[in-house]
């Protein structure tokens, strides 16, 4: 499927607000939830698909390169709005501002996302010096699908959405049999068959469950700060992602994804920084 | 050397612009150059200090926890004022935005950086489930000091406040003989003796030689984005700084930094994008 013809496209697309420059309208649905809150990837995507209108980046270097975003509030499925800034535009690479709110209770809006994202062209130059291998893991029908998780994700619409197939050696958690190591990988695809895209990357690279879930850290961790980099046009089909983290402190966590496209490309990665509700701090 | 008193606080601090609520005046000397450009972690530790006196930070959770920075210009010695704005002041943690800007040729300002950063309280929890432990490498005494560093560096003013020891085994590249393993790692202080602090963080995580030199690209590598994770308070004394990088890709790569301190304790990490010319794209 051709992307501008998904339910991910409509979910992540703006419109001008009239009479107010550099502004964009949107909607989230109730279909890309993980509990109550709305998927942080999609969040990302939205704003960055604001950016890229008001950078007129359809044509020339319109590929995002990199991304961070500082999430502020809790977004929840309704209206939202997307007010953007230029920085700089470039002769190959251009940055702005992004700023995604949403009505409060008293009908003002409240900020839920401020973002910085710079824009190049990711088929300027071919050269490959060197780059992540893929993860080796079993293809994707020998792999444990979301549909089997326990059942406090069943309140994620967002599973149903996508599909998620992670390697059984990093899925203990699914039965309750965390493995202790700050490590999950698996395979990700859109459920309506849209193909992955340089925005679609960002989402994956904030699509699985936490990696925490298998450290025995089964809460909400919300993120607070997170930056992806977008290094290559992924080719159709399955993605691989592999998430890690090495360090929890002080109630919080990183999480590191890297993301390969079906080709075995390695083609983003990204890390986020998540508060997190250790063993010790939630009783 | 308690904080305050050295030349770096000198060239970090700022003072409110009369008359113009949350901008701040300051100035780079000539004394923390790379090549013609003022280093980065100075412009970011300038910007930091701007934000924490605009929330108002002295005190309570005033410690900077996650910083994204994205550089639009190249910046000089002389004046620089940093805005800024208040994003949301919550009970533990903070967020603001800051841009840092110079007079260009003509007086007008042009901006230099654009960053958002989050502030909390690193005290606040003692708990550490699990980090990364510090690399094996020999003392300060057996490494390679940054004064051995080739001519190239001589430009490098900032090499005059800081001392660097390289570990031998990944300075390959300042006896013409670069690795070409994307690796570095080194023993890092300021050379007036101010111990470490969270803001100083920001500029331990960009301060060794690029990673670059050890892959034989001994180019300008400039930084488009970089984002720091403060995650401890540092000890006194040595920190110590490994860098690495697994992705080179169409004219990009990553720099991702750690940072413990003198009693190996993990208290920074970083990813930083540059734009790189390789060898290849260089002729």
Request: proline residues 8%.
């Amino acid at each position: 499927m051709a992307s501008g013809q998904s339910e991910f496209d409509a979910e992540i697309s703006v419109e001008p607000a009239e009479g107010r420059p550099g502004a964009y309208v949107g909607s989230f649905g109730d279909g890309w939830r993980i509990g109550n809150g709305v998927n942080g990837g999609v969040i990302m995507c939205l704003a960055t698909t604001a950016l890229q209108r008001r950078l007129d980046l359809d044509g020339a270097h319109g590929d995002p390169l990199a991304f961070s975003g500082f999430f502020l509030t809790p977004s929840g499925p309704g209206p939202v709005e997307a007010t953007t800034e230029v920085l700089r535009v470039g002769r190959t690479m251009s940055t702005g501002q992004v700023s995604v709110a949403q009505p409060g209770p008293d009908g003002a809006l409240v900020e839920r996302m401020r973002a910085l994202a710079s824009f190049g062209d990711l088929d300027a130059s071919a050269s490959v010096l060197q780059t992540a291998a893929p993860p080796d893991m079993p293809p994707p029908e020998d792999c444990i699908s979301s549909t089997d998780a326990p059942e406090f994700l069943a309140a994620a619409t967002l599973l149903d959405r996508i599909e998620i197939r992670l390697d059984p050696a990093t899925a203990g958690w699914v039965g309750g049999r965390p493995s202790g190591r700050g490590e999950m990988r698996g395979w990700l695809r859109l459920r309506d068959g849209r193909d992955p895209d340089p925005v679609m990357l960002l989402f994956a690279l904030d699509a699985l469950p936490p990696v925490a879930f298998n450290l025995g850290i089964l809460g909400w961790a919300p993120t607070l700060e997170f930056t992806g980099h977008v290094r290559g046009r992924p080719a159709p089909g399955w993605l691989r992602v592999s998430l890690s983290s090495q360090n929890i402190t002080a109630g919080l966590m990183e999480e590191d994804a890297t993301v390969w496209d079906s080709e075995g490309r390695f083609v983003a990665q990204s890390r986020q920084l998540c508060g997190i509700r250790t063993p010790r701090s939630a009783n």
